[in-house]
């Protein structure tokens, strides 16, 4: 394994050891908000672009969901305080959030990183299978002599959901990973469309839902909102949050 560099300011990273969707997003958009000068460094999986972008600075957004990928821009709605980059390079992006004045970075799934000293949050997936791809949905287990701790839904945190402007005949359009975990928080929807992980929808998807179903509006989380609402069809919005409880905000306030 390789030896950790510090860089000087503080870093965090949320990930998880699983493919697909566990929720990292919520949660690192609940953990930002609560800090001031603070950054967002992730990949950017899905975008148009290569190399470093800053997708936000605290006072505006810098480009377009094509250009950051639709978790970056995410983050850039969720988060009007916070510095966002994407970089494939994550070392380059937490010196650029350093540049913007960054006191504390998170990084969205990071954990790989193990040139990079940072406090490292895996949230905790069940599964049956313990077995790396292809063979299983890990992508690696945990590094031997490498610390991280494991954070448990219910133990500490809770997703919670609110519907902002429902409609009497709502469709769910969404392209997340793992969209049967959305099951549990739907109000009534007269249809459910699921398109693969990080979709680039076409207006014509849209469309062929709209005539088929002549719904009142289209159901959908916040990562498909920033690829829809250029089509300019209604659209609600499952806004995902998280209540964290105090014992994950101690491990960061104790980590240097």
Known sequence: ?????????????????????????PLVS??????????VVLRGYGRKSTGLIVVKSAKKIHCDVNQSGDEAMVYAKKLQHATIIVSEDRKAGILKAKEYGAKIVFLDDGYSKHSIKKLDLLLHVKTNNSFCLPSGPFREKLWKGKKAFFLYEEKDFKRKVIIKDPTSKMVLVTAIARPQRLERY??????KYYFEDHYEFRKEDIEKIWQKESPTSLLVTLKDYVKLEKFGYPLSLMDLDM????RVFD????YS
């Open 30 to 39: 609940a953990l930002a908000k609560e800090y001031e000068d603070v950054a």
């Open 1 to 25: 394994m390789a030896k950790e560099e510090d860089l000087d300011v503080k870093v965090v990273s949320v990930g998880n050891l699983t493919v697909g969707g566990s929720g990292k997003t």
């Open 251 to 254: 491990l960061i306030q104790n």
């Open 243 to 246: 209540d964290v409880d105090k």
């Open 186 to 191: 739907l109000p009534k929807v007269i249809a």
